[in-house]
C-alpha cells in the first residue's frame, strides 16, 4: 500500500522567453504539467485551460480510461476556444499527468507531447514517456542518434498536442508503484537542458525537501541556459503509516509549512528576474495555489523590478546632486 507523501511544483520564465506558458497543477491525486503554444498570448491560455480542465477533474478521477477522458476533456477546451475566438487559432499544449491510485499502489500515467515523467527509484531515474516529438521519431528510426538529437535545431518541434484536433491521442499506462518512490514531472525546459543524472542530484541533494528538489532544478537549468520557460512538480510515495508523520500531524499544520516554504522560496529569489512560482502541495490546499501559470506572479516579480530600478535612479541622483 501507498500514500501520497510530500509534493512541490514551480514554475519559471526561465532567462530567454518574455513570458512563461507553462503552467502546473498539484492537487492529489493528480499532478500535472502543461506547456502551451500558439502566437500573441494563445500559448498561456492553451495551457492554463489544460490546467483548469485537469485540476477541475483532479478529485473525481479514478483509473487509467478515465485519465484519457479526461485529457480529451482539456483537448476539446482549447480546440473549442480556438474555433470560437480567431486570435487563438491553432494554439495547443502538451500535457504530462499523474494520477495516484492508492488503493492498488499504481501511478496512472497520461502523457500528450515532449513533457515528461520520470520515476527515481533507489537512486536511479527511469523516464517513463516517449516524447512525441521529431527528433523522438528520428531517433527510434534510427536516423539520428540521441546525442544528435539533444543538439538538433528542430528538437523542440513537436508531433502530437493538445487542442490542434477535435481529439487527441493519449498515451497512457499503469507504473507499480513503492514507497520511496518520487516522481518528477517537468516541461521540456528541464529536460532540453539538465542531463539525467544531474536531474538526480539536484534532486537528492535537497535532503528530502521536495521544494527545494524543484528550486534546485530549476536553477540547474537557468544555469545551463534556461533557455525555454522551466515546470517542475515533484510527489514522493510513502509507506500509509508515514503519512500522518510526513505532513505534520493533521491537514492544518501542513497548511503552514506551505507558507513557510512559499516564504522562503521568494525571499531567496533575486530580483533580476520574474521570481518561480512555487506551491508546497497540502492535502486540503489553500485558495487556488495548487494551480500556477504565467500570470500574476510576473507581473507582480515585474513591478517589484520596476520599484527596485526607480530606488535605485533616486539614490543616483541624489548622489549626484549632493556630491
Ligand atoms: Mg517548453
Redesign the pocket.
Known amino acids: 500500500m501507498i500514500a501520497i507523501g510530500r509534493a512541490a511544483g514551480v514554475t519559471d520564465t526561465g532567462r530567454r522567453r518574455l513570458r512563461n506558458e507553462?503552467a502546473f497543477v498539484c492537487e492529489p491525486p493528480l499532478f500535472a504539467v502543461t506547456?502551451g503554444m500558439g502566437g500573441a498570448r494563445a500559448g498561456e491560455i492553451a495551457a492554463e485551460l489544460a490546467a483548469a480542465a485537469l485540476e477541475e477533474g483532479a478529485r473525481a478521477t479514478r483509473g487509467t480510461a478515465a485519465l484519457v477522458e479526461l485529457i480529451q476533456e482539456a483537448n476539446r477546451r482549447i480546440w473549442e476556444r480556438s474555433v470560437a475566438d480567431p486570435r487563438t487559432a491553432g494554439m495547443g499544449a502538451v500535457a504530462t499527468v499523474a494520477l495516484v491510485d492508492d488503493g492498488s499502489s499504481a501511478v496512472a500515467i497520461g502523457h500528450v507531447g515532449d513533457s515528461r515523467a520520470y520515476l527515481l527509484r533507489d537512486g536511479s531515474i527511469e523516464q517513463l514517456t516517449k516524447d512525441h516529438s521529431l527528433v523522438a521519431e528520428l531517433v527510434e528510426s534510427g536516423v539520428l542518434t540521441p546525442e544528435e538529437a539533444e543538439r538538433h535545431p528542430q528538437r523542440?518541434a513537436i508531433t502530437r498536442a493538445l487542442g490542434t484536433e477535435p481529439s487527441v491521442e493519449v498515451d497512457a499506462f499503469t507504473v507499480a508503484a513503492h514507497p520511496g518512490d518520487v516522481f518528477l514531472l517537468c516541461?521540456?525546459?528541464l529536460s532540453s537542458m539538465v542531463a539525467d543524472e544531474a536531474l538526480v542530484s539536484a534532486i537528492e541533494g535537497a535532503g528530502g525537501d521536495l521544494a527545494r528538489s524543484a528550486e534546485a532544478l530549476v536553477a540547474a537549468a537557468n544555469a545551463r541556459g534556461g533557455e525555454?520557460?522551466i515546470t517542475v512538480v515533484l510527489f514522493e510515495l510513502v509507506a500509509p503509516s508515514e503519512e500522518i508523520r510526513e505532513r505534520g500531524g493533521a491537514p492544518e499544520a501542513g497548511r503552514d509549512r506551505t507558507s513557510t516554504e512559499l516564504g522562503s522560496t521568494q525571499s531567496e529569489t533575486s530580483a533580476s528576474r520574474p521570481a518561480p512560482q512555487v506551491a508546497a502541495e497540502t492535502p486540503s490546499p489553500p485558495v487556488d495555489a495548487s494551480r500556477h501559470g504565467a500570470g500574476p506572479g510576473g507581473r507582480v516579480a515585474a513591478i517589484a523590478l520596476l520599484a527596485g530600478l526607480l530606488t535605485l535612479a533616486i539614490l543616483v541622483l541624489y548622489t549626484g546632486i549632493t556630491r
Do not use: C, F, T
Open positions: 507553462d506547456d523542440s516541461s521540456d525546459g525555454d520557460n
